[in-house]
């Protein structure tokens, strides 16, 4: 099948954004399959820069933009990013679908005030949780929904009180928002969104029979998957692989390519376990030279060492078939850069990720040490870069046993090295 999932490979903000910008000029629709606007990528358009949450990165490259049944919805935000992209590129081309769960202003309120009580996770605090949440539990608004004032009242009546009892109740907040004027409000959401409303799943289906090529762009990365993360400390949602045809709706197939975005060192950006983070003036450094900042929160991100355990196990968990190694340039000047081989736990060894979290929060990195290098943004071809920089590279290669297909050195879209 012609189609092409890109995926991070650690904990999000692996730089995505630019590597699907980079595969989506070849590409008929881009398609967003799970998260929420706690995404966040920038896309560069006539010399300027935006930050977008929701859309999917193609949106820039002009393709049928895919908002799939996994992804959660503010339709503020959706709105808001539609504007600004259609005053800069003109008319894009959007469906999202029916079954997509509405983020609610309530969502984001319970957000904010389950993290005071239920232990730190460190959320971007857009309602994502309580919006999965509801949509387990059967008492979601969906896409339809909203598009249809009649069953909005409905559905919101049902589950209006209950939420306000407990954001009262439970958590000691005051609303400042009533079940009518939030009817008001959304309901005129939907009277604009309601040309969008599509079924992606239709869609894709037959745009895959009909072999035009689809790239499905995930959010966040492998470690906040809801299942398969350092859980608690994750996303409710599955960023890997796998999650691409669950939140499209697509039955399984061979995809032709799945692309692991990692960068040549790691951050994360909340609470939760990073054996190899930095601290002091290293980390300082690598922060400043990364700009190492939330794109959707503005939060410092903790920053740190290339983790190869991590790296293995996101292959077991997406099945790889290449990986995109981006912002190697940020190592420059560093007279010394390491990678963490493995791990030891109470001197047991484990080259991927321990199955058992008090394992993991115990996981002591076991580093190789490199030569540093200066990378410029102007090379062309991996030949080109330092001699340390191509050794850097090819450890990786041979120590995850993935290929590597793209080496980004630069924010710039011709910052990137094809190999
Ligand atoms: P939530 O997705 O807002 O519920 O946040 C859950 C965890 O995922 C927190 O640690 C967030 O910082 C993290 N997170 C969510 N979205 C992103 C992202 O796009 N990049 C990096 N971290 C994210």
Redesign the pocket.
Known sequence: MPARIIVGAQ???EGKGKITDFFSAKMDFVARYQ?GN???HTVCVKDQTFKLHLLPSGVVQKKHLLIGAGVVVDPKVLLEEIALIESLIGKIKLTVDARANIIMPYHVLL?ASIEGKQGK??????G??PCYSDRAARIGIRFEDLVDEKILREKLHKVFSIKKKILEAVYGKHLDFNEKQVLKEYAAYGKKLRHYLGDVSTILDSALRQKKRVLFEG???TF?DNDFGTYP????SHPISAGALVGTGLGLRKIENISGVTKAYTT?????PFPTELHGKQATLLRKQGNEF????G?PRRVGWLDLPLIRTAHRLNNFSELAITKLDVLSGFKEIKICTHYKVGGKKFSEVPMLSKDFEKAKPVYKSFKGFNVSGKEKTFSRLPKEAQNYLKFIEKNTGVKIALVSVGAKRNETIPR
């Open positions: 904990f999000g903000d998260g706690n995404a966040g957000d996770i460190g959320t971007t605090k857009r994502i949780g959010a966040q990365g906040l400390f994750v996303t409710s994360r950006v909340g609470e939760g939330g794109t959707t929160t939060r």
